[in-house]
């Protein structure tokens, strides 16, 4: 069920940064990032819940797990290192798949997220992301 889940959660990720950039995710990056997702939530445990509040991006009390876990994929995706949003490598590993305007846009009003640890930072810019609609 964990897998199903996450593979659902990857999928829309990427329709919707696909749909709203008009380009088609190639499926290497598809099966990569599901595989991210698989390994985090093997790593780290949260309720199908709290899973399905991330994945619709719903503003809620968040675990401290729940957090980790949007840090783990982030860290795995190279969106963040060691809690650091990393907008280099964001443009440079996105652009290509979504647009360079696009991928400016998410960074410039992401950027300065920022939390107290990895996890509450990484929790914060998916709350940004999803507020954008970025995936």
């Known amino acids: 069920m964990k ?4 593979i659902v959660f990857v999928a829309t990720i990427v329709a919707v940064i696909a749909a709203a950039a008009g380009f088609e995710i190639p499926e290497d990056e598809m099966t990569r990032a599901m595989g991210i997702v ?5 790593e780290i445990t949260i309720t199908d819940e709290e899973f399905e ?3 619709d991006g719903e503003n ?5 797990n729940a957090k980790c876990l949007t840090s783990c994929i982030q860290e795995e995706a190279g969106i963040t290192k060691d809690g650091v949003f990393q907008a280099d490598a964001v443009l440079a590993k996105f ?3 979504v647009g360079e305007e696009e991928i ?3 960074i410039e009003a992401c950027k300065n997220e920022s939390g107290e640890g990895k996890c509450e930072t990484s ?5 940004c992301f999803k ?3 970025a995936y």
């Open 123 to 127: 929790y914060k810019l998916h709350q």
């Open 95 to 97: 652009a290509p798949l």
């Open 131 to 133: 507020k954008l609609d």
């Open 38 to 42: 698989g390994n985090c939530r093997d």
């Open 53 to 55: 509040k991330l994945k």
């Open 3 to 6: 897998f199903l889940i996450a």
């Open 104 to 106: 400016k846009k998410v």
């Open 60 to 64: 809620f009390a968040a675990s401290e």
